[in-house]
């Protein structure tokens, strides 16, 4: 194990490297299911591992799985996520290249958002037509009922 010096938030408490899944997992906010779930995915790449078979995660993999949570947290895919972690690894890289991937999630949430507005448009004049009184008449579940 090496001393490292950390300069990210949570980093700098740990005083040796690598680290166990547990620890990996608490700086990286990220659940030790999912963390070995991603590895499996191969997003972290060869993970060292002791005698005993235990996972060992360096400061690299840890940096590695803030990124995965950002990306998550913004909403990309799994899919998108590989690829972002790829580019993000290759120096070579062009940014045309992440460009493209975050145009089309930005295009996909734009019509996410456009598709749940217009469900909460249909709603708010249901609900406006919904006298919500004693009465069984309800035009909320007849709009329901019909396609």
């Not at 980093?11 to 680290?19: E, G, S």
């Not at 799994?78 to 992440?98: C, D, M, Q």
Request: glycine share 6%; aromatic share 4%; proline share 5%.
């Amino acid at each position: 194990m090496t001393r490292v010096q950390a300069t990210e938030p949570g980093l700098d408490a740990v005083a040796r490297w690598p680290v166990a899944i547990g620890v990996a997992a608490q700086l990286s906010g990220i659940s030790p299911k999912m963390l070995r779930h991603y590895e499996s995915l191969g997003l972290l790449g060869e993970v060292q591992r002791t005698g005993s078979n235990y996972r060992q995660y360096s400061l690299a993999d840890v940096h590695t799985l803030r990124f995965i949570r950002r990306a998550r947290d913004m909403g990309f895919g799994l899919e998108a996520i590989t690829e972002l972690v790829g580019l993000w690894h290759n120096r070579r890289r062009s940014s045309a290249s992440v460009k493209r991937i975050a145009q089309k999630h930005h295009d996909e949430l734009t019509q996410r958002i456009e598709a749940l507005q217009a469900m909460q448009r249909s709603l708010h004049t249901l609900l406006c037509h919904c006298p919500g009184n004693d009465r069984p008449d309800c035009p909320i579940l007849d709009d329901l009922a019909h396609p």
